[in-house]
């Protein structure tokens, strides 16, 4: 069974461009989440999805920051304009029921010059 | 403060000895506790997770739950070179829901 995709695994863009990340979940997961890790952190959660709406974006900076996840399946996270404190990693997971279920992609690695 | 605080290490131990990964929490609404594994330009692998109090076994590793104390502690048996990862915890008050982790604690296992 396909983990969690993610892409593209690296980007490097100047700052002020704008920078878009996709994800692919396990097949039949119905929770989706956005992560950001800033290095030598812990993950933080940007927004959740339950199918195709989003129920936690909380900690979502919505001035530059959007998502999406059309038809509850597939998920883009895309920032504009990107400032340099977003650098950072960028992980997308999903989860069916149960805990254990809980899967983290590789992440995108996002470096903002 | 941290709703989640976790020793972040570096932590340096010859093969074969134990280790003791610990965190402590703050939010008493936590009731699922979960250990991941970070290796290098990888995203978190969960490894054990409790529910509540109690211990939990799985070949080398342990975790064990204090609710009453707010604490959380992962033991590696026999560690191994392979064990040579960053370790997160992580907690949630609910199955599903937005995970609340610690900083990650380096561990490295020398042959």
């Known amino acids: 069974e396909a983990g969690v995709v993610q892409s593209p695994r690296y980007k490097i863009i100047e700052k002020k461009q704008p920078v878009a990340f996709w994800c692919n979940p396990i097949s039949g997961h119905n929770t989706l989440y956005w992560y950001r890790q800033n290095l030598g952190q812990g993950p933080e959660l940007l927004i959740r999805?339950?199918?195709?709406?989003?129920?936690?974006d909380s900690q979502l900076p919505k001035d530059r920051f959007s998502a999406e996840r059309l038809k509850g399946v597939d998920s883009t996270l895309k920032i504009q304009p990107a400032e340099l404190g977003d650098s950072a990693v960028y992980l997308c997971?999903?989860?069916?029921?149960?805990?254990?279920?809980?899967?983290f992609g590789s992440g995108t690695r996002l470096t903002v010059v | 403060q941290k709703e989640v605080e976790q020793d972040p290490g570096p932590l340096s131990v010859p093969e074969g000895a134990i280790v003791s990964l610990n965190c402590t929490y703050s939010n008493s609404a936590f009731q699922y506790f979960m250990w991941y594994r970070q290796y290098s330009r990888k995203g978190p692998e969960l490894l054990m997770y409790?529910?509540?109090?109690g211990n939990k076994e799985d070949g080398r590793f342990t975790a064990q739950v204090d609710k009453s104390s707010k604490y959380i502690s992962l033991f590696i048996r026999d560690s191994q070179p392979s064990d040579s990862a960053t370790y997160l915890c992580a907690m949630n008050p609910t199955s599903g829901s937005r995970l609340t982790f610690g900083e990650g604690t380096q561990l490295t296992v020398n042959p």
């Open positions: 409790t529910y509540s109090s």
């Open positions: 999805y339950e199918n195709e709406e989003a129920v936690d």
């Open positions: 997971a999903s989860s069916s029921t149960g805990v254990a279920s809980y899967t």
